[in-house]
């Protein structure tokens, strides 16, 4: 009876960690899949600064609708908040 138990369990056990293998490989796959949509480059994203309106560039892609600052821009604002 002990074994059968002990046999039981071990199947679930193994089961469960090949399943959260499996899961753990498709996030992994699904993150690489999102990286590759957007390939980093040495310069960054062109972008305009909300507040100054200078060309400049950021080393994330910007989402639409949402500001984006030049270096000096965004120090500026953050000193503010202190």
Partial sequence: MMSEDLRKWTDEQLTWELNER???RRMRETTEEKRADTPPTPE???VVCSECGKNTTVPFKPRQGW????????????EAKK
Avoid at 68 to 77: A, H, I, L, N, S
């Fill in 22 to 24: 499996d899961r753990l």
């Fill in 44 to 46: 960054g994203f062109p």
């Fill in 67 to 78: 500001p984006v600052y030049c270096m000096f821009c965004y120090t500026k604002r953050q």
